[in-house]
């Protein structure tokens, strides 16, 4: 059973193996899929300067250790992409920065994970378990930088966008700054849409002592062709 893992400054050495799996799909998805000419890539993995010691990361793991999809989130009083790279993103509402208030950043699903023709089962375990994260830490909102559809997207799981500005031409995409709520209606509504039933995320008391060790070669195993489940369109 895949579920969903919140890793942050108290666990990371705890989930050294499955972060440097995330840093390699970033690097596979982001650049060698989706063609971000802005990132930049260190022995094959992609990082940015928002990976830091207060981010925090969501990854879905199956039982063997694989990453399946993760997203990651910022604290948005400290440097984030909205405030550091897109500002004019928002220029028309402004955006809020308060401690109960996140930045949502890199959602994607592992190639291998991808269903053709079919909503991403790996896709709603980590929108669904984000919703839940946010609820448990009294995260009312987040903000995002994302492409434009992404909008109507999350509209229809009940996460009431909100945009920030108007949307602007970048490397080829049309992107747009916008806030999304987290509440209960939202994760009945995403849990619905995506067929996943009860909890994803793994619960405290159950996180692993020790970090799996699966082959690197296995992890990134993919299924090219089908279109990646992205967001956020990296920084310049």
């Known amino acids: 059973m895949i579920r969903l893992h919140v890793i942050d400054r108290s666990n990371r ?4 193996d499955a972060l440097d799996q995330h840093f390699l799909l970033r690097k596979q998805i982001y650049m060698d899929e989706q063609g971000w000419r802005a990132l930049r890539a260190v022995d094959g993995r992609e990082r940015d300067q928002f990976d830091t010691e207060d981010s925090v990361y969501l990854l879905a793991l199956d039982p063997e250790g694989q990453v399946a999809g993760g997203t990651r989130l910022l604290p948005s009083q400290g440097p984030t992409l909205l405030s550091e790279v897109f500002p004019h993103l928002a220029e028309t509402r402004g955006f809020t920065r308060a401690p109960e208030i996140w930045e949502w950043t890199r959602f994607f699903v592992a190639p291998r994970f991808r269903e053709d023709g ?9 929108a669904a378990g984000m ?14 930088v994302g492409e ?22 970048h490397d080829g995409l049309s992107i747009c700054a916008f806030t999304v709520e987290m509440t209960p209606e939202a994760l009945h509504t995403t849990r619905t849409v995506y067929g996943v ?40």
Do not use: F, Q
């Open 13 to 16: 050495d705890v989930y050294e």
């Open 131 to 144: 919703i839940e994260h946010c609820l448990a830490r009294g995260i009312p909102r987040l903000n995002a």
């Open 197 to 236: 039933e009860g909890s994803c995320l793994l619960p405290v008391a159950a996180r692993p002592r020790h970090a799996p060790r699966p082959d690197l070669t296995a992890r990134l195993a993919g299924a090219p062709g089908r279109r990646p489940i992205t967001l956020d369109p990296g920084p310049t």
């Open 118 to 126: 079919r909503l991403s089962r790996v896709a709603g375990i980590v």
């Open 148 to 169: 434009t559809y992404w909008v109507p997207k999350v509209a229809e799981l009940g996460w009431r966008p909100r945009p920030l500005g108007l949307p602007l031409a």
